[in-house]
C-alpha cells in the first residue's frame, strides 16, 4: 500500500465572524503518524474535516502528494483519504461485515455487485483489526472499544494513502488505546490523528501539531514540542516532562496549582 504527503498551506476557516483556523500551515511526511492537539475549541476538528474534504477552507490549500485536493474527484478523493469520526458509526443495525464492506464504496461503480477484490479488502481489513469474530453483529450491539476497531477497519478497507483519526480513542481504555493506536503504526499509512491525551500523543505520534485558538502554536518532533513551557501556555498546567533515550515517556502534571487560564 502506497501512502501519501500531506501538505497543509494557510488555511483558513471562518464560522459567523468567529475564526476557527486563522492561516493553518502544517505538514505530515509519508508514512508518518502526526498528532493534533490542542485545549477543546482549538480547531481539531475543523482542520480534519478541510482535509477529508467536508468543508472548503476560505483561504489556503490542502495538498496530499502535492496536488491539490479540490481538482480531485470526490471518488478520487475518497479513494485517497480515510477518516475515522467523533459523530462515530450512525447505522447501528449494520453488520460488522457491512460496515466495513462500505470502505469499499469508492472503489466500485454505483449499484455494481462486490468483486472478489472488495471482499478480500474487507477480510483482510477485519483480520487486521480483530473484528472478524463479530462480523456478523449489528454495531449497535458493540462495546466502545469494539466499535472503533470496526470503523477502523472500515477505514482500512477503503484502502487509502492516508488516515484521518478524530479522538479514536476516546472512551477506550487505556491498554486498547495503545493497541489501537499501534496497529495504526503497523499499517505504515500516514495519519493525522487528533488525540486528546497528551501521554497517548508523546508517546505514539512522530510529530505533533498544536492548535490554540484555531492557529498552530507549535509545530516538530514530540520533543522539542511538548516542553513544560508549552503545557503551561496553551494547556494551562504546570507540568514537566520525564525523558529517556530521547523520547518523553510521561507527563508529569503538578496536582495543583494550575497555571492561569490561557
Ligand atoms: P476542537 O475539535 O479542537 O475541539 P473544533 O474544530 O470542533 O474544535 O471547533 C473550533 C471552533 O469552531 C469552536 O469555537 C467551535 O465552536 C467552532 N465551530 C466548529 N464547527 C462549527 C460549526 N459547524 N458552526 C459554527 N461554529 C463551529
Ligand atoms: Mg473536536
Do not use: W
Not at 472499544?145 to 482500512?156: N, P, S, W
Not at 505504515?188 to 485558538?213: F, M, P, Q, Y
Amino acid at each position: 500500500m502506497t501512502t501519501a504527503e500531506l501538505s497543509v498551506a494557510g488555511v483558513s476557516v471562518t464560522f459567523g465572524d468567529a475564526p476557527a483556523l486563522d492561516t493553518v500551515t502544517m505538514h505530515a511526511p509519508a508514512g508518518a503518524i502526526v498528532g493534533v492537539v490542542g485545549p477543546n475549541g482549538s480547531g481539531k476538528t475543523t482542520l480534519l474535516r478541510t482535509i477529508y474534504r467536508s468543508l472548503r477552507p476560505e483561504s489556503g490549500a490542502v495538498l496530499i502528494d502535492g496536488a491539490d485536493i479540490t481538482a480531485m474527484s470526490v471518488r478520487a478523493a475518497a479513494r485517497t483519504t480515510a477518516a475515522v469520526l467523533q459523530s462515530g458509526a450512525g447505522a447501528p443495525e449494520l453488520t460488522v461485515a457491512e460496515m466495513v464492506g462500505l470502505g469499499r464504496n469508492p472503489h466500485h461503480a454505483l449499484f455494481s455487485r462486490d468483486s472478489g477484490d472488495d471482499r478480500e479488502a474487507v477480510a483482510a481489513a477485519m483480520d487486521r483489526t480483530g473484528v472478524t469474530t463479530y462480523a456478523d453483529r449489528s454495531v449497535g450491539s458493540l462495546s466502545g472499544g469494539e466499535r472503533q476497531r470496526v470503523l477502523l477497519a472500515r477505514a482500512l478497507a477503503q484502502h487509502p494513502r492516508l488516515l484521518v483519526l478524530d479522538e479514536l480513542t476516546n472512551h477506550l481504555d487505556v491498554r486498547a488505546r495503545f493497541e489501537l493506536l499501534d496497529l495504526v503504526r503497523s499499517t505504515g499509512i500516514t495519519t493525522l490523528a487528533v488525540l486528546h491525551e497528551l501521554d497517548l500523543a508523546v508517546r505514539c505520534c512522530d510529530h505533533l501539531v498544536v492548535l490554540n485558538h484555531g492557529r498552530v502554536v507549535a509545530t516538530g518532533q514530540v520533543l522539542e514540542v511538548m516542553t513544560p513551557d508549552l503545557l503551561r501556555t496553551v494547556f494551562g498546567v504546570i507540568a514537566t516532562t520525564e525523558r529517556h533515550d530521547d523520547e518523553i515517556v510521561r507527563i508529569h502534571y503538578a496536582a495543583r496549582p494550575l497555571a492561569p487560564a490561557p
